[in-house]
């Protein structure tokens, strides 16, 4: 096991861009670059050089980056066939595929939904996965390219992990899902104080990501669904919910 550093770059409206760097070995990898400059200007401040993107889905906010960092720095991308709309991919990955970055390794999962091709990259030795825009903390992804039972099954798989596990998403959207969870579940007492604390976070501008497997059970009532019908029916009442 490597002890990596991951911080987020809040880019976009309310994206983050994530880079793991291993001191170690002086790699550098980047999750989703949205756009090229902040990226690169974060990495620079940091000292780092990147050595590798990885993309997640092919939405042009995670991907749109891709062709300007890869030609200043030269990093392969890594990412799942469909990203090929969109960019020059140097790397495809799919299901049960192993990446080696920053001296660790990641093992890649189908998790399609949100996008038909949308991958999760889990860091197992490392205790993280980086899901992009299928789970978020205390919601997930809309259904664009894919069924509820889809996603379902994928949030399952998710939760299923070791409670410890921490869980770095796509977007900050977490006290927006906080007061759709507090109205789903009322009596939900881990909801109400998660709520609570989100709304402190944000108040001063903080980021509330990453989150665990273990509070996404606790607090994520699309995690928390007893099948995947109670999950299609929370998803289209968040679809119109306005807190
Ligand atoms: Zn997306």
Redesign the pocket.
């Known amino acids: 096991m490597v002890m990596l550093e991951v911080v987020p770059v809040p880019v976009l409206t309310d994206n983050y861009v994530w880079l793991i760097h291993d001191s170690k070995s002086g790699e550098t990898a980047t999750v989703d670059p949205s756009v090229a400059e902040p990226v690169l200007a974060a990495v620079e401040a940091k000292g780092w050089q990147l050595s590798e993107v990885l993309n997640t889905?092919w939405?042009p906010?995670?991907t749109g980056g891709n062709a300007a960092i890869q030609s200043a720095t030269g990093s392969p991308i890594i990412a799942p066939a469909e990203a090929e709309r969109v960019s020059k991919v140097d790397r495809v990955v799919a299901e049960g595929d192993r990446v080696r970055v920053c001296g660790a390794e990641a093992l890649v999962w189908d998790i399609p939904a949100?996008?038909a091709g949308h991958i999760a990259y889990y860091f197992e030795n490392e205790g993280m996965i980086f899901v992009?825009?299928t789970m978020f903390a205390m919601g997930c992804?809309r259904l664009?390219e894919g069924t509820a039972q889809q996603m379902y099954a994928n949030l399952q798989r998710i939760a299923a992990l070791p409670g410890d596990i921490r869980i770095y998403c796509?977007h900050e959207y977490t006290l927006a899902n906080a007061r759709f969870a507090a109205d789903a579940e009322p009596n939900n007492a881990a909801i109400l104080a998660r709520l609570k604390k989100v709304e402190a976070l944000r108040a001063s501008g903080d980021v509330t990501l990453p989150t665990t497997v273990a509070e996404e059970r606790e607090t994520n009532p699309f995690v928390r669904a007893t099948n995947w019908e109670e999950f299609a029916r929370l998803r289209s009442e968040k679809d119109s919910f306005r807190s």
């Open positions: 889905h939405h906010d995670h949100h996008t992009g825009d992804g664009f796509g």
